[in-house]
C-alpha cells in the first residue's frame, strides 16, 4: 500500500507564495515519475508538474517560470514550490506517483488564492 500525505496548502493573496509537500509511505525511487495536479471546481483534474527519476521536469504552460518542482530523495518527499500565484491557480493540488502504469494520489491539499 502506497501513501502519499500532502501539506503546505492553505490561503494566500494573490502574487504570493506557497510550497507543497508530499511525503511517501516509501521510496520515491521506487516510482517512474512523481508529479502534482490541480483540480478546480468545474474543471477536468490537470498536470501541474512532473518529474521522472531522471530528465527534466514538465510543467503546465500555465505554471512556467512560477511554479518549481522538486525533489528530496534522502526524505522521500516531492515539494512544488509556487510562486507569483494568482486567483486561477486556485484548486484543489494532488500529489501523483506513477509506477508501471498505475497511479497513486495524495489526498488533496486546498490552495486558495484571493485577488
Known amino acids: 500500500q502506497v501513501q502519499l500525505v500532502e501539506s503546505g496548502g492553505g490561503l494566500v493573496q494573490a502574487g504570493g507564495s506557497l510550497r507543497l509537500s508530499c511525503a511517501a509511505s516509501?521510496?520515491?525511487?521506487?516510482?517512474?515519475?512523481m508529479g502534482w495536479y490541480r483540480q478546480a471546481p468545474g474543471k477536468q483534474r490537470e498536470l501541474v508538474a512532473a518529474?521522472?527519476?531522471?530528465?527534466?521536469?514538465n510543467y503546465a504552460d500555465s505554471v512556467k517560470g512560477r511554479f518549481t518542482i522538486s525533489r528530496d530523495n534522502a526524505k522521500d518527499t516531492v515539494y512544488l514550490q509556487m510562486n507569483s500565484l494568482k486567483p486561477e491557480d486556485t484548486a484543489v493540488y494532488y500529489c501523483?506517483?506513477?509506477?508501471?502504469?498505475?497511479?497513486?494520489w495524495g489526498q488533496g491539499s486546498q490552495v486558495t488564492v484571493s485577488s
Open positions: 501523483n506517483a506513477k509506477k508501471n502504469g498505475v497511479d497513486f
Open positions: 516509501r521510496s520515491i525511487f521506487s516510482f517512474n515519475e
Open positions: 518529474k521522472a527519476i531522471i530528465g527534466s521536469p
